[in-house]
Each structure stands twice: as structure tokens, then as C-alpha cells.
């Protein structure tokens, strides 16, 4: 996929927030029936086997709807979206950060999140 400019990204993360809050969901399912079907595990009111298995492929499908839109995943917990984009003719990734609000933050692409700026 190709760069993303600031209102490309800002529309595309829009659209993806009801999926976002759909993964940040799922996650803690996920990590509740992981716990109860492991040796020792306690009981949920979330089920078991069969149901971990299905929000662990209900999860799966909603990262690559993610990916699809050309965004990076670059992390689940907390949940970490990049959109590849240029900025005064270097490159950057947009981010947004389990949390924001919308998306407001670029980092230079050899910087990293730690390199992570507001954008003017």
C-alpha cells in the first residue's frame, strides 16, 4: 500500500475505531479463557476450549481487516496502529496509541515510538 497523508489516516482510523475497540475487547477475552483453559486454571463465565478458540480466530480476522487498509500493527498490548506518510519530504509513520483520542503522533522511521512527536 502507499503513503497516507494526515486526513487519509485520520479518516481511515476512524473508520477502523469501532474495530479497534472490537480487538481491545477480544484481547481481554482472549487472555481471560487463555488463563482458564491452562493447567490450573480457574473457571469463567466467558466458557472454555471451543470459546477461546473462537475469539482467538474472531481476533485473528479483525487484525488483517486492520492491516488491510494498509496500517501497521506495531502492537496489541496496548494496541499500536502506524500509517505509513511523509512529512516535509522525510518519511514517518502516523500514530496512534491505545487510548488517543485520534490521531495526533509521528515518529521518524529510524527513531521508533521513543522519537514520537505531536504533530503541528
Known sequence: MGLFTIAE????????????????RLRADAAELAAAVSPGGGPTRLGGLPEWK??????????????????????????LVDFP??????????????GDTELSWYHRLDLGFAGRRRLA
Open 9 to 24: 489516516a485520520r479518516a481511515v482510523l476512524a473508520d477502523l475505531m469501532p474495530v479497534l475497540h472490537d480487538i481491545v
Open 54 to 79: 473462537a475469539a482467538q480466530a474472531e481476533l485473528d480476522e479483525l487484525l488483517t481487516s486492520v492491516q488491510q487498509t494498509g496500517a501497521e500493527l506495531k502492537g496489541l498490548a496496548p494496541l
Open 85 to 98: 506518510s511523509d512529512l516535509d519530504g522525510a518519511p514517518v509513520l502516523l500514530c496512534w496509541l491505545e
